[in-house]
């Protein structure tokens, strides 16, 4: 059985045991990314199995209709957005995901919010080339959380916010305030939310209805001393948009994980601007997660080998 996986940037894959899939296994780990489907259909061209990492790579009709050979393509977490799942089971691929967890998620929000209000980034540049404190940072306590979602994650960074002392205001399309008190947020309309927050946090599922969510009008309503933090998706945000209010100080910085194009190009405008903290897509990349997602992989593979697929993903 060929098996291959998608952006193993880190190389995981070459360490993990194989051995419980019930076939001779031959592994392709794919560590850079390919955006081409024409490379990667030459790339998968022999592949049983193909294992997506996230969204990192599209999956669509065209490039499946160019794998005969496929019969299971994998996902980490339980959905992904990324394949076309009606047209995998149209071809006859069977499509199974893992588990995951949510805590990497939350903690990398409050990263990001910790080096922005205290300059973490500035200041180890500063110590390092010979200066001595040239910032001043700002507060958490009694600043005002602005939770867009409040979801499972939002519901998590929300409570770490109360921990901090923070008021926590709360606004997504279908929020009720039952739903927003049981969370301990208050709800708000989502003009209050961008207009009275210290700390926009972004916490929704990426939809045809929650696209460019955040534009122009909700970064101008923002306080100049505010923060934004998206470690969803980045189609959430106008990005063009959110360049010209960091270039224009309209808004005090951004910490980012995500991005309308990913790899984020070394030449991307915002890789230029002084005003953000920028990581690589690593919300879910810690080592508990990823134990998480090759247990899950290896296991669903042996169950398809078995005639037992497991976390089947249906259109």
Not at 119 to 143: K, M, N
Not at 269 to 284: A, R
Not at 291 to 297: Q, V
């Amino acid at each position: 059985m060929r098996i291959a996986v998608l952006d193993d940037y880190q190389g995981i894959a070459e360490t993990v045991d194989w051995s419980p899939i019930p076939r001779p296994v031959t592994l392709l780990a794919i560590r850079e990314h390919i955006s081409s489907d024409a490379e990667l259909a030459a790339r998968l061209a022999d592949c049983e199995v193909v294992v997506a990492m996230r969204e990192r790579t599209p999956i669509g009709a065209g490039l499946l209709a160019r794998l005969p050979t496929l019969k299971l393509l994998m996902t980490t977490g339980a959905f992904n957005a990324a394949i076309d799942v009606a047209a995998a089971h149209r071809l006859g691929v069977t499509v199974c995901g893992t588990g995951g967890t949510i805590a990497p998620t939350v903690e990398l929000t409050w990263a990001l919010i910790h080096a922005l209000q205290r300059h973490l980034i500035v200041e180890d540049a500063a110590l390092r080339a010979g200066r001595w404190q040239q910032t001043v940072g700002a507060d958490l306590a009694g600043a005002t959380l602005g939770l867009v979602g409040l979801g499972r994650i939002g519901r998590r960074v929300a409570a770490v916010g109360r921990a901090y002392g923070m008021r926590v205001t709360a606004w997504s399309p279908h929020l009720t305030p039952e739903r927003a008190a049981a969370a301990q947020a208050e709800l708000v309309s989502r003009r209050t939310l961008f207009e009275t927050a210290d700390v926009v946090s972004l916490h929704l599922v990426l939809s045809d209805s929650t696209r460019r969510l955040v534009g122009r009008r909700e970064l101008a309503a923002m306080k100049p001393s505010a923060i934004l933090i998206n470690t969803s998706r980045g189609g959430l945000v106008d990005e063009d948009a959110l360049i010209d209010a960091l270039r224009t100080a309209r808004i005090r910085g951004a910490g980012l994980d995500v991005y309308d194009r990913e790899p984020l190009p070394a030449d991307h405008p915002l890789t230029g601007l002084g005003n953000t903290v920028l990581t690589p897509h690593l919300g879910y990349v810690t080592e508990n997660c990823m134990d998480i997602f090759y247990r899950d992989i290896v296991d669903g593979i042996a169950g398809y080998c078995l005639g037992e697929p497991r976390r089947l993903i249906n259109p």
